[in-house]
């Protein structure tokens, strides 16, 4: 039987900034596979390879999405289809709201590890919930929605 969702924040995207560059990585891919094409001449082959990577892969890393859910039994951080973190509630021993910059705090966006058991899954500036665990690990994930979040998360993880 499957958990009760409790709560899902979907569709996370890289920061604007990153956005932008990419899509202009994409159009000069773009150029560079219709360069190939044109230039080519018999080896059919090599364009088909050049376009899947300077075309399929680009538009692959505009697509991905991360996911922030928390059912009955875990906090689940996944990044589809290349990543996916499960935080049992039952070891979350404080949840606190805060605010995060990816930048300065992280070394950038994505799912990010630092020192001292600090670990980031942050998408953009402002409001952030930190989940810290009985391992000792501290997890920022940045929410719009950070207060609703870190709610659920106390009420699934009997901290009241």
Same mark, same amino acid.
């Given at each position: 039987m499957a958990a009760h969702l409790r709560y899902e924040r979907a569709g996370l995207r890289m920061p604007k900034g990153i956005r932008i560059a990419m899509y202009g990585m994409l159009a000069l891919c773009v150029a560079i596979t219709v360069a190939v094409w044109v230039a080519g001449g018999e080896d059919t082959v090599d364009a088909v390879i050049a376009t899947v990577v300077l075309l399929v892969v680009p538009l692959g890393c505009l697509a991905v999405r991360g996911r922030i859910t928390v059912d009955e039994? !875990? $906090? =689940? $951080? !996944? =990044?589809?289809?290349?990543f996916r973190k499960t935080i049992p509630l039952r070891e979350v021993v404080a949840v606190r709201v805060g605010e995060v910059h990816p930048l300065r705090d992280f070394g950038g966006s994505g799912y990010r590890v630092r020192g001292g058991g600090r670990i980031g899954f942050v998408h953009e500036a402002g409001p952030s919930v930190e989940v810290t665990t009985e391992a000792g690990k501290t997890y920022t994930i940045s929410d719009p929605a950070a207060e609703r979040l870190a709610a659920v998360l106390k009420d699934g993880a009997g901290l009241g």
């Open positions: 039994d !875990a $906090l =689940v $951080l !996944a =990044v589809r289809p290349v």
